[in-house]
């Protein structure tokens, strides 16, 4: 059993509360032990950083991020813990930017954008329509989808204002 001072030890949990810290690592323990994985101070360290982040991150940046609090973490366990999250469903691998595999800790079907000036990714906040998806359309049965946009971002438009448009 993984005891919160260990955890504590290795950064995973720095919430002011300790019932707080012992609410979320109990939870996140749980979600894997759901999913038929081991609660490793690696995985849950992995889940913490992913628990309401909205960057879209790519294993690199989890790697860099958590690794200053858990010297043990690999990047390969980075991306073995990813691997395993996607296919369980808990988190959605993004094949959005041709230089590396971004992460959504959302695994509910949305659509996302690439800044193709800073390299952010973004969910896409507006709905996009599209026909009879998911659904049958002309004998294809649609199970799910997942829609890319491409552009440049609020942020750089502002930085860097395009007069083509």
């Known amino acids: ?17 300790k019932g707080q810290e012992n609410n979320r690592v109990s939870k996140a323990a749980q979600e894997l032990r759901s999913m038929g994985l081991r609660a490793t101070p690696q995985r ?11 960057s879209h991150p ?35 691998e993004l094949v959005i930017d041709p230089k590396k595999k971004h992460v959504d800790p959302n695994p509910l079907p949305h659509n996302h954008f690439l800044c193709e000036k800073c390299g952010k990714v973004y969910d896409y906040p ?13 004998g294809f049965v649609v199970q799910s989808y997942a829609l890319n946009l491409y552009g440049i971002c609020p942020t750089c438009r502002k930085a860097r204002p395009r007069t083509d448009n």
């Open 44 to 54: 849950l360290a992995i889940i913490a950083y992913l628990e309401g982040n909205t």
């Open 58 to 92: 790519c294993a690199e940046q989890i790697y860099d991020a958590v690794k200053p609090g858990m010297p043990s973490l690999s990047l390969g366990t980075v991306y073995n813990t990813l691997d395993e999250l996607a296919r369980k469903g808990a988190i959605q």
């Open 1 to 17: 059993m993984i005891r919160l001072r260990t955890l504590k030890e290795e950064g995973i949990v720095n919430r002011k509360s």
């Open 126 to 138: 507006d709905p996009v329509k599209l026909l009879n998806l998911p659904g049958e359309n002309k």
